[in-house]
């Protein structure tokens, strides 16, 4: 019967056990970028780009659908903004009365990947106010991205 024969000296698992781990997460940053199209960058589960990284070019405005609501009761007033946003190059602009009439401040709200947008849209219409946009609107209307909402000021 054979038997080990002991080491005369430890193992080093910690000093082996580091060097697998580091070979390890080398080659899997090596897949990853392998994998990834050329071109693309990683982008966090968040959808920010993560720190360092050049960010993706907005959307021109040629490709941005708008919904212009007005909130402030004043007759033609979504109308004259969605033709402003058309003269900017906006591919829609559509005029609509919003569910209430009395809003007090306009405001710019955004889907879920299009704040960048939404930014531009409110320096291009002078509205200091951006938030996402937490409710629904009517289903004809679920597919524009972005929403302005006049209010009285």
């Not at 602009?93 to 306009?106: E, F, H, K, V």
């Not at 002078?126 to 004809?140: E, F, K, M, R, S």
Request: aromatic fraction near 4%.
């Amino acid at each position: 019967m054979e038997h080990a024969h002991p080491l005369d000296r430890d193992f080093p698992w910690r000093t082996v056990l580091l060097a697998v781990s580091a070979l390890a997460l080398a080659a899997g940053s090596v897949v990853a970028l392998v994998d990834r199209p050329a071109g693309t960058r990683p982008v966090a589960a968040t959808g920010h780009v993560q720190k360092g990284q050049a960010l993706p070019p907005l959307r021109p405005r040629a490709r941005v659908s708008v919904l212009v609501l007005n909130g402030n009761g004043l007759s033609g007033a979504a109308g004259k903004e969605a033709t402003a946003l058309l003269a900017r190059g906006y591919s829609h602009a559509i005029p609509t009365d919003a569910q209430s009439l009395n809003y007090a401040r306009s405001v710019v709200l955004f889907r879920p990947g299009w704040q960048r947008e939404a930014r531009r849209l409110a320096r291009d219409v002078h509205i200091p106010v951006v938030a996402t946009l937490d409710g629904t609107v009517a289903p004809q209307y679920a597919h524009v991205p972005l929403i302005v909402i006049l209010g009285a000021n």
